[in-house]
């Protein structure tokens, strides 16, 4: 099992490689990276942050990073079941191919999960490939009833 440790701003160059890795894994190689320094930038700053909203935890390999999971505590009004209105949403949980199947992104999410319980977060979303629903199935996450929409400005 791999262990995982806290990302810090040192490390945003690699996140958003990752990043890279897992979309063309899932959408197809795409080769506009005209997003990253945007990218770099934002996660400089978050990171630096310790008592932020936003986090990633990653696993090392020589010369890099080979895995990470990022996630964000966001705020709406409370409700049942959530009365104080705070939810995780996980994204860019990524590992190089070469290093699939070694635990790594368990490891970063099982440290993410954590991060989001020591926070008191209830609830936590996230959108799942084909390839990563074992993974968020066997951490006890589940289908929701609720549809997607989305507005593009």
Known sequence: MSLARRATPQD????????????????????DVSW??????TLRKKLAD?????????????????????GTIEYRLGGPGNPRGTSGYVFSVATDPDMRRRGCSRAC???LLAW??????????????????PLYTSLGFVRTPDPAMRLTL
């Open 12 to 31: 945003a160059e690699e996140l958003v490689r990752l990043r890279k890795v897992m979309h063309d894994s899932h959408l197809g190689p795409n080769p």
């Open 36 to 41: 990253q320094p945007a990218a770099v930038d």
């Open 50 to 70: 310790p008592a932020g909203d936003l986090t990633a935890f990653v696993v090392e390999r020589p010369g890099g990073l080979a895995a990470c999971a990022v």
């Open 109 to 111: 999410m099982e440290a």
């Open 116 to 133: 989001f319980r020591e926070r008191g977060v209830p609830k936590i979303d996230l959108r799942a490939s084909s390839d990563g629903e």
